[in-house]
């Protein structure tokens, strides 16, 4: 079994400060984790992905996100927001090979000037 | 380039009456899935596939159905239309194996009426 929770369903930031978007899992074996972002009234798009190699994963747009397994989390971050990162953002685990994904519920990010 | 795409984009239709979302990849993806998006529940299963002929049932597939009889096109259909079944339906597509990230279609805006 899998689930993914995302603390926050809204996070809201000054353009320039750092932005954090908190993600825990829950899964029965070694997981693959995501981090997708969905612009209003568009489709989803991969920001980055973890597979079992560094823990520390470098993304699109500047964010990042650790794993972290003593804590079963994987947090997004970037350093600085810009008014384009104003997004939803979904954490997502799977562990199957057939790739069967359990989506979070997301987290509103809002960028003010 | 290779894409997936959906239509309708948008579709109004009433009560009863069937409907059939179109899914077509160029990727040439074994797998591939049908999500709903609803405000507060991110996204959910509805059916996915494996490969030609195969199909199964996800966690909100009550009402819908799939068939595959090609590797480009997951068609979904709702055999009797609900109010309930207005949503935002997502179709993906990935390669198998693990840690293979889904790519998205637009989205199909359906609104029973």
């Known amino acids: 079994a899998q689930s993914v929770t995302q603390l926050d369903s809204h996070v809201s930031v000054s353009e320039g400060t750092p932005v954090l978007l908190r993600c825990n899992y829950s899964s029965s074996y070694s997981p693959s984790l995501f981090w997708y972002v969905q612009h209003p009234n568009k489709g989803l798009q991969l920001l980055l992905k973890y597979t079992s190699a560094a823990t520390l994963v470098k993304g699109i747009n500047g964010f990042e996100a650790e794993f972290k397994k003593s804590e079963t989390s994987f947090h997004l971050t970037k350093p600085s927001a810009h008014m384009s990162d104003a997004a939803e953002y979904f954490c997502?685990?799977?562990?199957?090979?057939?790739?069967?994904?359990?989506f979070g519920d997301g987290t509103t990010l809002t960028v003010k000037p | 380039d290779a894409e997936i795409t959906q239509s309708p984009r948008h579709k109004i239709t009433e009560t009863g009456r069937q409907v059939t979302l179109a899914c077509h990849q160029t990727w040439n993806h074994n797998n591939m899935f049908w999500y709903r998006q609803d405000l507060g529940h991110g996204l959910r299963l509805i059916h996915y596939s494996y490969g030609v002929q195969d199909t199964n049932k996800g966690e909100v597939s009550d009402g819908y159905s799939v068939s595959r009889s090609n590797t480009e096109d997951l068609p979904l259909t709702l055999e009797s239309a609900a109010s309930s079944q207005t949503s935002v339906y997502f179709c993906?597509?990935?390669?198998?194996?693990?840690?293979?990230?889904?790519?998205f279609g637009p989205g199909t805006r359906l609104t029973v009426t």
């Open positions: 993906a597509s990935s390669d198998p194996g693990r840690g293979r990230e889904q790519y």
């Open positions: 997502v685990v799977s562990n199957t090979n057939a790739g069967k994904s359990t």
